[in-house]
């Protein structure tokens, strides 16, 4: 007998607030976390992006830890995870996932070989897990965009072999010189703040974030069941998505066969949204052939960019607060239809009831994630 | 947990100049770049695809060792779900270094996306995926060492629910001219079992 | 320009790893992507990199790459006209 699976804890650090109460507070009240950043380090002209401020950063992480020697992506991921690990016991089958495209990337920017030890992702993992003691060895998800909403998959499976009981789940990224410089060379950053699905949409805003979740076999205080799940790779391109979204439709196939529902049952989809051409059209295209055209959907890169490695969990917290709150959240951003299939685009914040709620997200190499969710009765 | 037994049906070795499939040598040059290296195992094995050659040194590794595993396996299946499982130490850190590097000099800032699409590790699972055409799950994770506990917990996981019929794991690390792939096929046939103790034998040998 | 040409030759095989490929291989009139090399959107970006780094051309608008970037003759016409290095 199949084990079932809950999220019952979550956390966010982001541009828009230090908890899941705040984040919800501003997109409640439209607020986004994308600005103009004036900041000659990480590029020579002005830009915008969604990034979380040091001094607040530091000050909280300050209330919790007077050691000095913790990367800046390591007190972001530290004070997503501390207030949901706080009260846990970490035994032998409490498992530990980490997040992240690039994690620590910004220690190549002095190069030495103590540097390039920085850079290692299993000793970010390292780091963030000692800090608060897991037994268990670190597992590092590292599979481009889709990697934050994967991370919640791979721990559910686990959870289902029996590996864990328990799977502690901290995504996060930077923004960074070596990313912006990335994403430019692609020609796929908006010079404007992104405009997920609209007409005119021209590329990303990158943002920064770390999310946390504690995914359970009990049943406990959960906050939401996650019921299905699909990871299937496009094979068509490894920097643009198949046309046809191949890999999102029989990802997503995948996750409703598994929770035995049909496409009609759905509620709500949080879907990836980077508002670039190809991307969202790609989406648009995918949905359509599931017959999903009519959910309602958004991109919450609106409110906080590109998060990259974060975005996947962190959009699935926001997510879960949907169905808490019986509130479906704007797609900031989004003015006119562009993509050349229609879609169901939130265009207000609005109430409604959200019994399944389908998350996606896309990524470089091909990649696609879908995570079917059901409010917990 | 797992009432399904399942096998380990061909491995692939590739480190120190030499291709080991199954326990045989099949490929051993005299010490030389991965570079050049990798070439004379491209043309030995009359791999005949361009693309390659625009890969990263982890792309080339990974690529080839599964290369050699699926070339027979899907010859001889008409439809195949293969999951690539695929981990390593460094991630994409060698190509992160060479990419890094030509942003560091302000003078001459040329950010080249060709080298920047390599900065993700699980860009070498895209590869293989297009090469074979395989639309199946896959995904790469980061572990200090090679984990074999996680790798059979995994993609047992994956057979069991039906998401793959068999699963392509490896092991590919890569980074500063020093490189390792250990690749393997699993799935629900086969002499020998898929366990921890003989994942570890294999690996160090 | 037959120089140039010839320059511009070597540089794609060089820059975009076209390893079976030689000079003679390539025709002036040959289309770059598509059936021709078979070259894709990396490939088109990394012309434009190469644009600006070796001729000093800015593309202000990379849609414009699709003209440019047609054959060898396009391109070379094109940076003849517009080079600054």
């Known amino acids: 007998m199949i084990r079932e699976v809950y999220i019952t804890e979550t956390n966010c650090i982001t541009p828009i607030g230090f908890d899941v109460a705040a984040n919800i507070k501003n997109i409640m009240g439209c607020v986004s976390g994308i600005q103009l950043q004036h900041n000659l380090q990480l590029m020579k002209t002005p830009f915008y992006a969604s990034i979380v401020n040091n001094e607040e950063l530091n000050m909280a992480f300050s209330k919790i830890s007077l050691t000095e020697n913790y990367t800046r992506l390591e007190k972001m991921m530290i004070l997503a995870l501390n207030p949901i690990v706080k009260e846990s016991k970490l035994d032998t089958k409490t498992g530990f996932i980490l997040s992240t495209t690039k994690g620590n990337i910004t220690a190549l920017e002095n190069p030495s070989s103590a540097n390039f030890k920085k850079a290692y992702l299993s000793q970010l993992a390292k780091n963030v897990a000692d800090f608060f003691g897991f037994k268990t060895e670190p597992i590092v998800v590292s599979n481009a965009c889709v990697s934050g909403i994967l991370a919640v998959s791979v721990a559910k499976r686990l959870i289902q072999s029996e590996m864990f009981d328990n799977v502690f789940i901290v995504a996060g990224d930077e923004v960074s010189e070596f990313v912006l410089s990335g994403f430019n060379s692609f020609q796929a950053m908006s010079d404007l703040p992104c405009k997920p699905y609209s007409k005119n949409r021209n590329g990303v805003t990158l943002g920064e974030a770390t999310s946390a979740v504690l995914v359970s076999s009990h049943k406990k205080n959960a906050k939401i069941k996650i019921i299905g799940d699909g990871s299937i790779n496009d094979a068509n391109h490894i920097s643009g998505p198949s046309r046809t979204g191949e890999g999102l439709f029989r990802s997503i196939e995948s996750a409703l066969a598994e929770a035995k529902i049909n496409t009609n049952q759905i509620d709500y989809i949080s879907a990836h949204g980077t508002a670039t051409s190809f991307n969202d059209e790609m989406e648009a295209i995918a949905f359509n052939r599931l017959g999903l055209e009519n959910v309602p959907v958004n991109s919450l890169k609106g409110f906080y960019g590109h998060t990259l490695g974060a975005s996947g969990l962190l959009e699935t917290v926001i997510g879960i607060q949907s169905v808490l709150e019986r509130k479906l959240f704007i797609s900031l951003g989004f003015y006119e239809i562009g993509v050349s299939q229609s879609i169901n685009i939130i265009e207000k914040n609005e109430d409604k009831n959200i019994r399944y709620f389908l998350k996606t997200a896309s990524g470089f190499g091909g990649c696609n994630t879908a995570v079917l969710f059901e409010k917990v009765k | ?205 | 320009m037959e120089a140039l040409k010839q320059e511009l030759k070597e540089k794609i095989i060089d820059i975009l790893n076209l390893e079976d490929i030689k000079i003679e291989d390539i025709n002036d009139n040959d289309p770059l992507f598509g059936d021709g090399l078979c070259l894709d959107s990396i490939d088109a970006l990394e012309l434009i990199v190469m644009l600006d780094r070796d001729y000093g051309i800015k593309l202000v608008n990379p849609k414009e790459g699709k003209a440019i970037f047609q054959s060898i003759e396009t391109m070379a016409a094109y940076i003849k006209a517009n080079r600054t290095k």
């Open chain 2, 1 to 205: 947990m797992s009432e399904n037994k399942t096998y380990i049906q061909s491995i692939c070795m590739i480190q120190n100049n030499e291709i080991i499939l199954d326990g045989k040598t099949i490929l051993k040059i005299e010490p030389t770049s991965f570079s050049d290296f990798s070439k004379k195992a491209y043309q030995n094995f009359d791999v005949n695809y361009p693309k390659f050659f625009k890969m990263d040194g982890l792309s080339k590794l990974a690529f080839l060792g599964s290369e050699l595993l699926l070339k027979k396996e899907i010859g001889e299946t008409k439809e195949n779900n293969i999951a690539l499982v695929f981990s390593n130490k460094s991630s994409s850190l060698d190509t992160d270094v060479k990419y890094q590097k030509s942003i560091s000099d302000k003078e001459n800032y040329f950010p080249s996306p060709a080298v920047f699409v390599y900065t993700l590790p699980n860009i070498c699972l895209g590869e293989i995926c297009i090469r074979h055409q395989l639309r199946s799950e896959n995904s790469f994770f980061i572990f200090e060492a090679f984990n074999p506990a996680f790798m059979i917990n995994y993609s047992n996981i994956l057979m069991e629910t039906k998401k793959a019929d068999k699963v392509l794991c490896g092991w590919v690390e890569y980074f500063d001219k020093e490189y390792k792939a250990f690749i393997y096929l699993v799935g629900k046939e086969g002499d020998f079992e898929h366990k921890i103790e003989t994942l570890k034998t294999e690996y160090n040998k």
